[in-house]
């Protein structure tokens, strides 16, 4: 009878094969914690026999018969430690059939680094959204960063000293995908598929916000603002000084597009706002699969593979089997990944997000309102707040005032 090495991973594959017959008193696994949140454990075996016909132990035509497992019940980071559970299970069915031995705690647990893995064979990302191609699937998906906005009052100049309004107005999320109709992995086609074939396979692209807004003016400091939605309370701001050049206001209103409100001559502080993206992806396809039942008596080699070593499997139809998976693109996944776009939002000196700079701010009127038909109107330039400050007696510059 085969014996080798096997590995499980918990939430993935939820056994670890041990060689058949050896008892839950051996040399117990090591594990090994992945970044994916799965543990892999590993235990030697003997010589390189296997219980299937092909020699893995799961072949097409198992042995009846049973072997045992270790279930991995926990993993403790702080320790660095699993616990598992020996248990027999049957060899064809994989079901648990009873508990082989004690829990065996205190198992070598350490994190394994790993390169991220994702669908992207080409991936390019710049401040308009980003991109991934594969070549294989012949399939690309673009998702752009999704506006995010900043609601001000008053605005675009306010007075010094006045009480002064800012709000997370919304931080959505955005998607994009691609679709490929047909890919004949098996040798069909569309209108005679075979086993192993691919259809309407959709590879989707998602940034979702995961953390606040950072705000940063001068003469204010840096703010976090939680997404308050477009009918929060705004943060009540008080500028102390006016924008003048002397403290380092710069540009004029004139130079900035969009600013034609005020005199060309006002001078503006600027200031910046973003927030923090993580990026997911998901693939869903269908592959047309052979669908197999246990029936009595042994195949036309006389095998038995099923049914406790009664029956043998047997294909009574085909259908298509949807299948889905996913995970996060990190960072540290792109190459050549723009400065202005890592984010570091745990400040352990790594990016782990990406910065979304599509800021929009939007004006609102005394009932905090963004869509009021007198003051409604709303300015992006990239990130980056352009704001005039007068001194306190000065007009403060409503449209129509």
């Known amino acids: 009878m085969k014996?080798?090495?096997?590995?499980?991973m918990l939430g993935l594959i939820p056994f670890l094969f041990q060689p058949y017959g050896v008892k839950a008193q051996s040399t117990p696994p090591t594990c090994t914690f992945q970044p994916d949140g799965s543990i892999v454990c590993t235990i030697g075996g003997g010589d390189n026999d296997g219980g299937g016909e092909d020699g893995s132990g799961n072949g097409e035509a198992c042995v009846p018969g049973e072997h045992m497992v270790y279930v991995v019940t926990a993993y403790d980071p702080a320790a660095g430690t699993c616990s598992a559970y020996p248990a027999w299970v049957d060899n064809c069915t994989g079901q648990i059939l009873e508990s082989g031995g004690d829990m065996v705690e205190d198992l070598p647990c350490a994190p394994q680094e790993s390169e991220p893995q994702h669908p992207c064979d080409i991936f390019t990302v710049g401040s308009g959204g980003i991109t991934c191609g594969n070549t294989e699937w012949n399939v690309s998906a673009r998702v752009t960063f999704p506006e995010i906005f900043l609601d001000v009052r008053p605005y675009p100049v306010?007075?010094?000293?006045?009480?002064?309004?800012?709000?997370?107005?919304g931080q959505p999320e955005?998607?994009?995908?691609?679709?490929?109709?047909?890919?004949?992995?098996?040798?069909?086609?569309?209108?005679?598929?075979?086993?192993?074939?691919?259809?309407?396979?959709?590879?989707t692209l998602t940034l979702r916000p995961v953390g606040p807004m950072f705000v940063t003016l001068p003469y204010i400091g840096d703010l976090m603002l939680p997404?308050?939605?477009?009918?929060?309370?705004?943060?009540?701001?008080?500028?102390?000084?006016?924008?003048?050049?002397?403290?380092?206001?710069?540009?004029?209103?004139?130079?900035?597009?969009?600013?034609?409100?005020l005199p060309a001559d006002i001078p503006l502080f600027v200031g910046n706002g973003r927030a923090p993206y993580k990026l997911f992806w998901e693939l869903r396809y269908f592959e047309y699969e052979a669908i197999e039942e246990c029936v009595p008596g042994p195949n036309g080699n006389g095998n038995y593979n099923c049914g406790g070593g009664t029956g043998h499997k047997e294909v009574v139809d085909y259908e298509w089997q949807g299948n889905t998976s996913g995970g996060?693109?990190?960072?540290?996944?792109?190459?050549?990944?723009?400065?202005?776009?890592?984010?570091?939002?745990?400040?352990?000196?790594?990016?782990?997000?990406?910065?979304?700079?599509?800021?929009?701010?939007?004006?609102?009127?005394?009932?905090?309102r963004v869509n009021s038909p007198r003051y409604e109107r709303s300015w992006n330039w990239g990130g980056i707040i352009y704001w005039a400050v007068r001194e306190g007696q000065g007009q403060i510059g409503w449209p129509g005032q």
């Open 174 to 203: 955005s998607s994009g995908s691609g679709s490929v109709n047909y890919l004949p992995y098996g040798g069909g086609s569309a209108n005679s598929p075979e086993v192993g074939d691919w259809q309407n396979l959709r590879l």
């Open 3 to 8: 014996r080798n090495l096997l590995i499980v």
């Open 227 to 261: 997404n308050q939605g477009a009918t929060g309370n705004p943060r009540i701001i008080q500028w102390e000084v006016p924008s003048h050049p002397a403290v380092g206001a710069g540009p004029l209103a004139g130079s900035v597009g969009g600013l034609e409100e």
């Open 328 to 368: 996060e693109i990190p960072p540290s996944a792109v190459q050549d990944l723009p400065a202005a776009l890592m984010a570091d939002i745990n400040n352990d000196g790594t990016p782990d997000a990406y910065w979304d700079n599509n800021l929009a701010l939007r004006r609102m009127d005394d009932g905090n």
């Open 158 to 169: 306010t007075l010094v000293r006045w009480p002064t309004a800012i709000r997370n107005g």
